[in-house]
Nanobody, 128 residues
């Protein structure tokens, strides 16, 4: 079992930045893929970004490319999402996810099958 705990959400204005963190614990191994999803009210959960814990390869949704960066601190088992130039449409609950299949699978597969572990989420509000 892997436990994921997100932090760093909050309320910001358009154009501001936020950094989310996800602390992983439990039976976590470097073979996992880890990433971020988000879900706005009334919308489906969508992929945001992922990273290969072993190789560091990253993948992004087109909507966040150039603005968001995901990274990891392997020594701390912590995943980050740096979000710059936030837009009102970025407002959502952001979830940390991990899987046995790798970072590309988090991007390619539906959330229900691509991710095996989920955090509880952290809320991001962006006002215009």
């Amino acid at each position: 079992q892997v436990e994921l705990v997100e932090s760093g959400g909050g309320s910001v204005q358009a154009g501001d930045s936020l950094r989310l963190s996800c602390d992983a614990s439990g039976h976590f191994t470097p073979a996992y893929g880890m990433g971020w999803f988000r879900q706005a009210p009334g919308k489906e959960r969508e992929f945001v970004a992922s990273i290969s814990w072993t190789h560091g390869d990253t993948y992004y949704a087109d909507s966040v490319k150039g603005r968001f960066t995901t990274s990891k601190d392997a020594a701390k088992n912590t995943l980050y999402l740096q979000m710059n130039n936030l837009k009102p449409e970025d407002a959502a609950t952001y979830y940390c996810a991990a899987n046995y299949l790798g970072a590309q699978a988090l991007q390619a597969l539906p959330p229900s099958s691509g991710a095996h572990f989920w955090g509880r989420g952290t809320r991001v509000t962006v006002s215009s």
